[in-house]
């Protein structure tokens, strides 16, 4: 079946360094790739998305590549900011079945130091 | 206002107690999905509806149950609860048919059972 692999955290940075969380997939489809963001206390919100190989998914200064050769799609951001500080999932969203229901990643829990 | 919300957002109950987390949506959709999150299991999916006629278990269904009252309600139920239903609950929608929608999550329900 589907599975989403993420490193795992806690990833602890400073303030303006670079950012990457690796992300890599078990589809037997072709399938659409998102990165959500839960910040403390709230629900998770889409951060970014890609349907197809090459596509580059962007949102507030984080991007991720959808790599079909490598099935992976990481996050990547130049620059983090404190306000940065949140779990990261990475999940696909697949055709076989129909149902398109997400299948999620652990997540990545991320702390930004000043 | 917010488009999902759950209520309550945080309850401490003991085991064997039935207990009620309610979900409401204003976003119109017609696809509603119970998540639980655990630290480093990452989301598991409860049980999801498609509409209100149409309820599916999910991967970890057992000791829960739902009810579908209205386009805009989805409720889950714990008949008898257990402490190691101790979780963070998520509620969320999506508009349905595509492969690359999107998930739209309520703010969670802290629950603790004693």
């Known amino acids: 079946g589907d599975s989403v692999t993420q490193m795992e955290g806690p990833v602890t940075l400073s303030e303006e360094a670079f950012l990457t969380i690796n992300c890599t997939y078990t589809?037997?489809?072709?399938?659409?790739l998102f990165w959500y963001v839960q910040y403390p206390g709230e629900g998770l919100q889409l951060l970014l998305k890609?349907?197809?190989?090459?596509d580059k998914g962007s949102n507030k200064g984080f991007e991720a590549t959808y790599r079909k050769e490598t099935t992976s799609f990481h996050l990547e951001k130049g620059s983090v900011q404190v306000s940065d500080s949140a779990v990261y999932f990475c999940a696909l969203s697949d055709r076989p079945g129909g149902s398109y229901i997400p299948t999620f990643g652990r997540g990545t829990s991320l702390i930004v130091h000043p | 206002d917010a488009d999902v919300t759950q209520t309550p957002r945080n309850r401490i109950t003991k085991t064997g107690k039935r207990i009620m987390l309610e979900c409401s949506q204003t976003k119109g959709h017609d696809r509603m999905y119970w998540y639980r999150q655990d630290p480093g299991l990452g989301l598991q999916l409860i049980y999801y509806?498609?509409?209100?006629?149409?309820?599916n278990k999910g991967e970890i269904s057992d000791g829960y149950s739902v009810s579908r009252q209205a386009q805009a309600k989805f409720s889950l139920s714990l008949e008898s609860a257990i402490p190691n239903q101790t979780a963070l609950y998520f509620c969320?929608?999506?508009?349905?048919?595509?492969?690359?929608?999107?998930?739209?999550f309520g703010p969670g329900t802290r629950l603790l059972v004693l």
């Open positions: 890609a349907t197809k190989a090459d």
């Open positions: 509806s498609f509409d209100v006629k149409d309820i």
């Open positions: 969320a929608t999506s508009e349905g048919g595509d492969l690359a929608e999107t998930q739209y």
């Open positions: 589809a037997t489809g072709y399938p659409s």
